[in-house]
Every structure is written in C-alpha cells, then in structure tokens.
C-alpha cells in the first residue's frame, strides 16, 4: 500500500484548460512536497506547504495543503505543453524524518 | 541544472554484475539522498547520508551498499545484478536535514541490466 495516492495517474489536456491532480493519505503530515519531473531529468521542486489549509501560487499553479495535513491538491489554470510532466507529490517519514515517500505521479500532457 | 552530478548516465551491465554510480552534491550541501525510480515502483528512497554518516535507510537491498566520502561524493554499489535492478538512479542532496531544507536532484543514471 502506497503512503501517498495520487491521481488521476494519467492526464491530456488541451493548452488553455485548467486542471487540477490530487494527493491522499489516510497520514498526517508536518509538510508536503510537490515535484515536477520532465522525460530524462531529476525531479525538481516547486513547492513545500506546511501548514494546514495553507495556499501557495506560484504563476498559473496553485497548491493547497488539506486542513487536516493529510492531502493536497495541484490546480493549474490555462495550461501550457511546458507544463507537461511528470508530477509527484512527497512527504518525510512519519517515525524516520529523513526518509522520503514519493507518490506514484500523475503523468500531464498538454496538447498545443 | 542543478548544481549535483552523476556519473555515469548510462550503464547497461549483465547480470550477476557489480556496478558503481557516483554523485556529486552541490557545493555546500553535507546530505545526500539515493533514489530508485522504475517504472512499476515509483520513485524509492533508498538510503541518506550526512556529512559521511549514514542517517536514514529505506528499501535498500542487501545486495546495494552506499558510502559518502570526506570530500562529500557519494556512492552507490549494485552488486549481483539481477533483470529487476534496471532503473533510473537518483542522487539528491541538501545543505541539510531539516524540513526547510530543500532537495535537488542530479540528471540520474539510467541502468539496464541485460
């Protein structure tokens, strides 16, 4: 069983749709991550929330974190084929701190 | 590009096969982190090191082993290869530990095991 569930797992939108991927657990978290991960590369930070209910923006993209610390969400709005990704969510170790678990990812294409 | 190296960025080996990846942090950063992604699994942490001392283990391998040298390199043995152990291998590293500390990724090592 996986920590963290992520979903949709797959995701191919036209350009200038809005979309948002989503990131369970049945855990409470100190803090969530989300990463973006192109074809080739290591994955690369966008964001780490903290606080429960708490919102980041970061242009066209806009992460929550659940009140409760045990979900967040990735909303993008008006996408772009350079948004297309890999993305995961992931969280330190409940009893390990420097343990990390990563979600399955939602793979994003955008279409032009 | 992310400041951390790896080498090399390709590997194809046969089974029973011993290998060694390597990585170079960024300048500055004492911890480092070793991933597995493959395709059925996902990205899995397999072991952390600081400043040369082993801090955290995940699902490593018996077979695997890492160390972290006074320079801050680190490195990664494969030893036994079997079919299953083909896979992108990640080095992260972060100044340090703490839960502001953030994590950049090398460009990986993919390794196939034939």
């Known amino acids: 069983t996986q920590l963290l569930e992520q979903s949709p797992q797959f995701l191919s939108i036209q350009e200038g749709e809005n979309l948002t991927v989503y990131c369970n657990s049945s855990?409470?978290?100190?803090?969530l991550q989300w990463y973006r991960q192109e074809p080739g590369e290591g994955p690369v930070l966008l964001v780490t929330?903290?606080?429960?209910?708490e919102v980041k923006k970061l242009k066209r993209l806009t992460f929550q974190f659940g009140d409760a610390r045990k979900d967040s969400s990735l909303h993008i709005t008006a996408a772009q084929p350079g948004d297309t990704g890999l993305y995961l969510c992931?969280?330190?170790?409940?009893?390990?701190?420097?343990?990390?678990?990563f979600g399955s990812g939602t793979k994003l294409n955008v279409k032009p | 590009d992310s400041g951390v190296t790896q080498t090399p960025k390709h590997l194809i080996t046969a089974t029973g096969q011993r290998v060694t990846l390597r990585c170079s942090p960024r300048?500055?950063?004492?911890?480092v982190y070793w991933y597995q992604q493959s395709l059925d699994q996902g990205l899995q942490f397999l072991i952390q090191?600081?400043?040369?001392?082993?801090?955290a283990k995940g699902n490593i391998l018996e077979r695997f082993s890492a160390q972290q040298f006074p320079d801050l390199h680190s490195e990664l043995n494969l030893s036994s290869l079997e079919l299953g152990d083909s896979a992108l291998y990640f080095c992260?590293?972060?100044?340090?530990?703490?839960?502001?500390?953030?994590?950049?990724f090398g460009p990986g090592t993919r390794l196939t095991v034939l």
């Open positions: 929330v903290v606080t429960g209910g």
């Open positions: 090191y600081y400043n040369g001392e082993e801090r």
């Open positions: 855990s409470v978290f100190s803090s």
């Open positions: 992260a590293s972060s100044v340090g530990t703490s839960d502001v500390n953030e994590q950049f």
């Open positions: 992931a969280v330190r170790g409940l009893v390990h701190f420097n343990k990390f678990y």
């Open positions: 300048s500055g950063d004492l911890s």
